[in-house]
């Protein structure tokens, strides 16, 4: 077995999905807290785009007066990129920031269990999914942890950090001193269902977009009502379209599943747009044209 200093990072931070969420956790993990970085990701095209953002965000920061060329040499000599989860087994603290769906990530802790020194501390990146559930598929639950990171993750102060059950008091103490290393503002949640964050802010933008099913406003009225009329930077429609749709959905739909109320059923619209490919950003259409 390899050798494993307790309480201290071996500074190296594996990260599972090379998508926004995952590439956000990475720049955080390298520029801020210093650490060297694992990506990976089974699709070697989307581990390509997340090496061009790192490097353009290095760029942009470099711009900002906020970065060396020195340092972002330092900050990308951090990085590796993988395609293969057993190549994290080096890493002493695991996030993994796969699409939301509970079969993926299932598949993913059972990987990550095998594959990892059993000290390994495995973080969820889920927006809604039981870590407790998560945890009891593994051989470690005391190690299993949710770590939230918001979209933008380099921008957004916040990581809500959820502690399953059987979540240990180290595994949570040594989350918080990651998460205060990548400089972010910590809330703890309890394991139900949407968490804090999510539990508040999905039924919103379901509510907006069930607004627009029944006609009571345009995609851009309701957008402009909610930015200017309560002082939020983005509209809901325009953040449902910037976190993904098809995350929108799988969110409600564990709201809907696991809470039980008839309150959290997603809207049809949702499921329509969804199945129709329109998922926002990152799709180019979702409620606008990008
Ligand atoms: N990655 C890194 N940085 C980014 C970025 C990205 N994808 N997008 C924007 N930024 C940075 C910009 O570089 C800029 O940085 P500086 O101020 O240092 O120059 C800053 O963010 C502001 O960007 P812009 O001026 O281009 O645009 P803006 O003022 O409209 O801000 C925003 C963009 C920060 C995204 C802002 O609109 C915002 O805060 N929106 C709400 C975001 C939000 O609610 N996120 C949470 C979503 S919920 C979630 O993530 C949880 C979940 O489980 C679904």
Redesign the pocket.
């Known amino acids: 077995m390899k050798q494993f200093i307790r309480y201290r990072f071996s500074s190296i931070l594996g990260v599972v999905g090379a998508g926004?969420m995952g590439t956000?956790i990475a720049i955080v993990g390298s520029a801020v807290a210093g650490l060297k970085v694992r990506v990976v990701d089974v699709n070697e095209q989307r581990l390509q785009a997340s090496h061009t953002f790192i490097d353009k965000?290095c760029d942009?920061e470099i711009q900002?007066n906020r970065m060396t060329n020195q340092l972002k040499t330092d900050v990308l000599s951090r990085f590796s990129f993988h395609l293969k989860i057993s190549d994290l087994s080096c890493c002493d603290f695991v996030v993994e920031a796969a699409p939301e769906k509970f079969e993926m990530k299932a598949e993913i802790f059972k990987q990550l269990v095998q594959v990892t020194n059993p000290e390994t501390i495995l973080a969820s990146n889920t927006?809604s999914i039981s870590i407790t559930k998560l945890a009891g598929l593994t051989n470690r639950a005391d190690r299993i942890i949710g770590m939230?990171?918001?979209?933008?993750?380099?921008?957004?102060k916040l990581i809500e950090v959820i502690k399953g059950i059987q979540t240990s008091q180290e595994t949570l103490d040594k989350t918080l001193e990651l998460a205060n290393k990548m400089k972010k503002e910590i809330v703890i949640a309890q394991d139900i269902p949407g968490f804090i964050?999510?539990r508040i802010?999905m039924p919103y933008i379901n509510e907006a977009i069930q607004t627009l099913y029944e006609g009571i406003g345009t995609v851009e009225g309701i957008d402009k009502a909610m930015k200017l009329g309560t002082n939020?930077?983005?509209g809901p429609l325009t953040?449902a379209d910037?976190?993904g749709l098809d995350?929108?959905l799988e969110?409600m739909k564990v709201l809907h599943q696991d809470l039980g109320d008839s309150k959290y059923r997603p809207c049809p619209l949702l499921v329509n747009y969804v199945n129709a490919g329109w998922l926002g950003k990152k799709s180019g259409r979702g409620f606008y044209k990008y």
Do not use: D, E
């Not at 939230?148 to 957004?156: A, C, I, R, T, Y």
């Open positions: 926004q956000g965000w942009k900002k927006s939230h990171f918001m979209n933008p993750v380099p921008v957004m964050a999510n802010l939020v930077p983005m953040l910037f976190i995350t929108c969110i």
